[in-house]
């Protein structure tokens, strides 16, 4: 993802929406991706996660959509519920860098409003 | 099941003083790491741990130190605190592969 310095790009949606919320990346070597949600005050939380060897995965109300060509991740949230209200990141795993972690982008925030 | 567990969760240094973060995690995990988070960005890696006794340089190293002196622990220190070191720090444990990280809830550190 992109740094955007003090400001997270924001996605405000109704309840009972759909939310999309993308990653761009730029490492062509990364072969895993993940996304997490961080409620504010607490640690991020795994939602799902899919390998560079898959297009999509679906989860419970959420699917992610990996596009290699463009190097875009996509996070799908169905009948956005305000509990999901939160930051949003993704990471990826870039087996080029030595360095035996993930990568996070910067996220990206879902305001859910009533 | 406690998962990973940071102490503590709230700190406040003078410039100058050091302090010891203490993270635990009870899910035999193989890799350890910590991250800082700043206000509006992502996370971090400041040093990580692919097994009991082995540490290494992440993005963000200076200015800090960690240990791995048992498999369910990993300490970070910070010898000498500046403000630029106010954050909150993340500690998360992966098993094999370093995939999915599990995250504990953070600590919140301000050097004044």
């Known amino acids: 993802g992109e740094s955007v310095g003090l400001h997270l790009p924001t996605l405000s949606v109704q309840e009972g929406d759909n939310s999309i919320i993308n990653c761009a990346y730029s490492?062509?070597?990364?072969?895993?991706f993940i996304w997490y949600k961080q409620e504010s005050g607490k640690g991020p939380q795994f939602i799902i996660d899919?390998?560079?060897?898959?297009d999509k995965r679906q989860g419970q109300r959420v699917t992610v959509l990996l596009n290699k060509t463009v190097k875009h991740l996509s996070l799908q949230i169905a009948a956005t519920q305000p509990g999901d209200s939160a930051v949003y990141f993704c990471?990826?795993?870039?087996?080029?860098?030595?360095?035996?972690?993930?990568?996070f982008g910067s996220g990206t925030r879902l305001q859910v409003q009533p | 099941n406690a998962g990973v567990t940071q102490t503590p969760k709230f700190r406040v240094l003078k410039t100058g003083q050091s302090m010891t973060l203490l993270c635990a995690q009870d899910?035999?995990?193989?890799?350890m790491y910590w991250y800082r988070q700043d206000p509006g960005m992502g996370l971090r890696l400041i040093h990580y741990?692919?097994?009991?006794?082995?540490?290494a340089k992440g993005e963000v190293p200076d200015g800090y130190n960690v240990s791995r002196l048992k498999k369910q622990n990993f300490l970070l220190g910070l010898e000498s605190a500046a403000p630029s070191q106010t954050s909150v720090y993340f500690c998360?444990?992966?098993?094999?592969?370093?995939?999915?990280?599990?995250f504990g809830s953070g600590t919140q550190l301000s050097v004044l």
């Open positions: 899919i390998r560079s060897n898959m």
């Open positions: 490492n062509s070597a990364s072969d895993y």
């Open positions: 990471a990826e795993r870039q087996w080029d860098t030595g360095r035996r972690a993930l990568t």
């Open positions: 899910m035999n995990h193989e890799y």
């Open positions: 998360a444990s992966s098993g094999q592969g370093w995939e999915k990280l599990f």
């Open positions: 741990s692919v097994g009991e006794g082995t540490t």
